[in-house]
């Protein structure tokens, strides 16, 4: 006998389907909830080895910020209020597959340069979650 989703739902008692679609619609609304909570940033604070070395408004498109890091230089742009990395010197490129960050409390890093890009926002908000708020 094969697996099919007929056979499945052929096994599912009325309360199973019941909690499945409860937990559908409890994950979608939690989703919206959180997305919902978190603000859009003001500003990126760039850290390299955990000291700041550069704080850019988000309000303003920059194409190309360089950055020295610990194996070289990283590229970032910043564009309709997001910022993301171009280009970097490290072996991976993972910073790069983080793509546009803009809410507040969001990071780009990059571990082998020691980079840590933060998106901030008002300072009396900076330190709130999403279940603080």
């Known amino acids: 006998m094969f697996i099919t989703l007929k056979n499945i739902l052929k096994l599912l008692t009325p309360a199973d389907k019941i909690l499945i ?12 909830w959180v997305s919902r909570a978190t603000s ?7 850290l390299v080895s ?4 550069a704080r850019y408004p988000l309000d303003k498109n920059i ?5 020295n890091a610990k194996q070289g230089e990283v590229h970032l742009r910043i564009k309709n209020n997001r910022i ?3 280009a970097a010197a490290c072996p991976n490129k993972t910073c790069m597959g983080f793509g ?19 998106i901030t926002g008002d300072s009396n908000q900076e330190s709130l979650d999403a279940l603080s708020r």
């Open 63 to 67: 194409d190309d910020i360089k950055i």
């Open 21 to 32: 679609v409860f937990l559908a619609i409890f994950t979608g609304f939690s989703y919206v």
């Open 40 to 46: 859009e940033g003001k500003s990126a604070v760039i």
């Open 50 to 53: 955990n000291k700041v070395v």
């Open 100 to 118: 546009w960050q803009s809410r507040v409390e969001e990071i780009i890093a990059c571990i082998p340069n020691q980079l840590l890009v933060k």
């Open 84 to 86: 993301k990395v171009t």
